[in-house]
């Protein structure tokens, strides 16, 4: 597959989505891209501006297995994983799968299970495998977990761990439509979005759409641009812990799917410049507490600080 044909595939998918997400085509490509790279999305979001039915729709055009998890309390890391229980007819134990075993997972409200529940997808996120009972199970790929937290309500809720947040590569808001664009999704309502949403493409071209980033290139300059951005997360004054190594790679990961989705064979500083913002913004501890926001200014300000290079402009 060449980077053409991979732009108008995936521009495909983007609006098909957005036949039932209205208005919000950049967070469908920034999703979708995660998606493509491998990457996790964490939505920060009040409830009610359309979480879950953005991957309902998704997994649909995909047409990939999806499930969502409610995250409450009392919830516990068996029923993410799945569990062994005794079958008396087989006589033998035999092993139930959970919901991580799908493609697409809808954590919903993350941050209102335990850390103990929270930190069972750890293992899931970073190595794409579960281990129950000593034994290790490999999961569906693809695999992405969009996790959802309601930024405004914190009574019962626990913080996820800085550790957990830097597995999302990007966290973003979808935030209220337009007037306009409110009306449409009201008038869209009287009937079932999801009713008329169809598969647009097979697993095999998912595959394919999944081989090609790799191969994009990224000029020895522009790799150096981006570290200059990540490394001065680890000097600024405002900030008590920069970015790691692996928002450095999520970065690369990202852009390279975005070139691709521009139809581009190598990434531009201004890839790196659009994306900095969502895929860095959780990785900092600021010294002001910052909400999705006010980090992604803080990422902003600190990308404008970095000279660009012109040469490979």
């Known amino acids: 597959m060449k980077a053409t044909e991979f732009q108008e595939k995936t521009e495909q998918i983007v609006q098909a989505v957005s036949q039932v997400i209205i208005g919000k085509d950049r967070e469908i490509r920034l999703v979708l891209a995660a998606f493509l790279a491998g990457g996790h999305v964490l939505l920060e979001d009040v409830p009610g501006l359309g979480k879950t039915m953005l991957v309902k729709t998704i997994s649909r055009v995909l047409d990939l297995p999806f499930k969502r998890i409610q995250f409450t309390p009392d919830l516990l890391p068996s029923d993410l994983t799945g569990i062994h229980f005794y079958d008396q007819k087989q006589e033998e134990f035999v092993f139930r799968p959970g919901p991580l075993f799908a493609n697409l997972v809808l954590a919903d409200e993350i941050n209102r299970a335990t850390p103990r529940t929270q930190s069972a997808l750890l293992e ?37 761990p800085e550790a957990q947040l830097d597995r999302f590569m990007i966290r973003l808001s979808l935030g209220y439509p337009q007037k306009e664009e409110e009306k449409r999704i009201v008038e869209a309502d009287r009937f079932d979005p999801l009713s008329q949403v169809r598969p647009i493409i097979t697993s095999d071209q998912i595959d394919q759409l999944i081989a090609l980033p790799p191969t994009v290139a990224i000029h020895e300059e522009v790799m150096d641009y981006l570290l200059d951005i990540t490394r001065m997360t680890r000097t600024e004054d405002n900030i008590q812990t920069g970015v790691s190594p692996r928002g450095s790679i999520a970065l690369a990961k990202l852009a390279r799917v975005m070139a691709a989705m521009e139809g581009r064979d190598y990434v531009l500083p201004e890839d790196i410049k659009y994306l900095a913002p969502y895929v860095l913004n959780h990785r900092v501890i600021s010294r002001n507490r910052h909400t999705v926001a006010s980090a992604q200014n803080l990422i902003d300000q600190i990308v404008s600080q970095v000279r660009v290079p012109l040469e490979a402009v």
């Open 124 to 160: 899931a996120m970073e190595e794409k495998q579960i281990t129950v009972d000593g034994v290790t199970k490999t999961l569906s790929l693809p695999f992405m977990v969009l996790a959802t937290q309601n930024p405004i309500e914190t009574f019962g809720t626990f913080p996820l």
